[in-house]
């Protein structure tokens, strides 16, 4: 490292430390003269560090909005993949970070070049985080949907129904929600004229196109109940409703968001709805909770536990 490079960099670090220096401060700590504190301060300039100069009493040298760190060079999908990062952190996704993911995004905004900077305020605005995600969406495919979202632009693409059906959707987007395992679009779909949610993994990345046709912001759902409650009911054969006897601050810290539904009883139990596919899912899911339970509904449900009670019974005369 050359010495004026050893100086810049003391000089950035003296910068950073205080909110405002006067040239001949500046000159001393470095031990050089106020003319070559000025080349170093364009250096720095040169480099993509807002320094600021005033003159007069009370003038000298500050740094200005993202000066704090140095300037930050990122393609669209690195910046989409960041934020994506820091998003779903600061909902929760990672215990302990929320507030340094929060603080992140705001810098991270300052430093990103005006160009991308729109592209990390759309999916800020778009994404609601509610869980980790693990099913993988492409980031060209997300950035598409979130600044639809943003834009208030009509959205098209190919989409791929649980069954397997495929069909062309034109939707109003409105809100990306991050749930358990999977991507979400909660949309009005104009052909069928209600709200849907839409599965990202679905969503044929190539087909998705936000045209420039804006449409009104209309009243919508909120985003996270609306598709905890598909999520719960739609896609399952079978929807339970159960009385835990434990407090719902303890049930839920043990039953994720995506999982169920909790609601407080009032008397030290509380309720939980959930869904499956089967029946002995069902069962097996209660009992891994440890707690005492009765089921309410369904009826097939109910007579599935006294079976199986049975059973139990028996291999342990």
């Not at 939707?171 to 004229?193: H, I, S, T």
């Not at 869904?275 to 097939?300: K, M, N, Q, R, S």
Request: overall charge neutral.
């Amino acid at each position: 490292m050359t010495d004026t490079t050893a100086r810049v960099l003391q000089l950035l670090g003296l910068l950073q430390g205080r909110a405002m220096w006067t040239g001949p401060e500046l000159a001393d700590r470095l031990g050089v003269t106020t003319r070559s504190v000025r080349r170093d301060v364009e250096r720095l300039r040169q480099l993509g560090y807002p320094v600021r100069a005033s003159t007069g009493v009370g003038g000298g040298y500050q740094l200005g909005a993202g000066g704090k760190l140095p300037p930050l060079l990122l393609d669209p999908e690195e910046a989409v993949a960041v934020t994506v990062s820091l998003r779903l952190a600061a909902g929760g996704s990672v215990t302990g970070v929320e507030e340094s993911a929060l603080r992140a995004l705001a810098k991270l905004d300052q430093v990103l070049p005006a160009a991308l900077r729109s592209e990390v305020e759309a999916i800020s605005q778009a994404v609601v985080a509610v869980a980790g995600v693990s099913a993988p969406v492409e980031a060209r495919l997300l950035s598409t949907v979130a600044r639809a979202c943003r834009d208030h632009v009509l959205l098209d693409f190919a989409y791929r129904a649980r069954d397997g059906a495929e069909s062309t959707r034109r939707v109003e987007p409105y809100r990306v929600v991050a749930m358990g395992r999977r991507w979400y679009l909660l949309a009005l779909d104009l052909e069928r004229d209600d709200w849907r949610s839409f599965r990202l993994d679905r969503v044929e990345p190539a087909s998705a196109h936000a045209t420039t046709l804006r449409f009104p912001p209309r009243p919508a759902p909120d985003p996270v109940e609306y598709v905890r409650e598909s999520v719960l009911r739609s896609p399952y054969r079978y929807v339970a409703r159960l009385r835990l006897h434990a407090p719902l601050d303890e049930m839920a810290a043990r039953v994720p968001q995506n999982a169920g539904l909790l609601t407080d009883l009032g008397d030290g139990t509380c309720q939980l709805e959930t869904g499956a596919e089967t029946l002995d899912y069902l069962v097996g899911e209660t009992l891994w909770l440890d707690v005492a339970f009765e089921v309410l509904d369904p009826p097939e449900l109910r007579d599935r536990v006294r079976e199986l009670g049975g059973r139990l019974r028996a291999a342990v005369p």
